[in-house]
Structures are given as C-alpha cells and as structure tokens.
C-alpha cells in the first residue's frame, strides 16, 4: 500500500489550523443563529438591517474573518481529502493550484461584495 501525506495525519501546524478554523466558523454560526431566531424574529431580519449592521467596522471585519476563515478551512479540507484518496505528482499540482485561484477569486469578490454593503467606494 502506498505511504500517503497528509497534514491531517501529521498533527501539525495545518491539522491545528483545520481545527481552530472549524471552531472559529461553528461559533460564529451559531452566535448568528442564535440572535437571528431569539433575539429578532426572522420576519424581522430585512436586507436593510443587514446593510445598517455591515456600516459598523466589527460586523465588517467579522464578515471579512468569516471569510477568509471559511475559504482556508474548504480549500485545505478538500485538498486534503483528495491527497488522501492518492491524488500524486502533476495532477496534484495542478489541483492545489487551481484551489488557490478558486480561493484568490472567492475572496476578492466576497470583499468586493462586503464592501458595496458597507458602503465602501474600494471594489
């Protein structure tokens, strides 16, 4: 059987990073959920009072952490996971590559998106 790599094995850096970020995106899920259904009704919840919020530097800042945060934490599981299933050689560079484009792209439009929200002239 073929030796494979994976951070996820190692208990390193990237396994802890992987982990720290699934915490980090579960708590702030849930911090949402949780004002969204007890604190406001959902009736209440209008594209209009998330455009108020996105005005405060926390809530944009925060959007912005959610961002990067849920982008590493997909990308390095799914890199990992296709490792995993033997992906080696070009193919695996190939794939790495093309996930740090699909994750440059994903970020510069979901900054372009929380700054048209805040009403930020930097797209």
């Not at 790599?5 to 208990?11: Q, T």
């Not at 995106?25 to 108020?52: G, Q, T, W, Y």
């Not at 390095?76 to 484009?101: D, E, P, S």
Request: no cysteine.
């Amino acid at each position: 059987m073929a030796e494979r790599y994976s951070s996820f094995e190692s208990g390193g850096r990237m396994w802890l990073l992987q982990r720290v970020t699934a915490a980090f995106l579960l708590v702030v899920l849930a911090f949402h959920f949780f004002l969204l259904h007890f604190v406001h009704h959902a009736d209440e919840v209008s594209f209009l009072a998330s455009s108020a919020r996105m005005e405060q530097l926390s809530y944009y800042s925060l959007m912005i952490l959610f961002l990067l945060t849920a982008t590493f934490h997909g990308v390095n599981g799914v890199y990992n996971a296709l490792i995993n299933q033997g992906l080696t050689g070009t193919k695996r560079a190939v794939v790495k590559w093309t996930l740090v484009a699909a994750s440059v792209v994903l970020i510069v439009q979901g900054v372009r998106t929380a700054n048209a929200w805040a009403g930020i002239g930097l797209y």
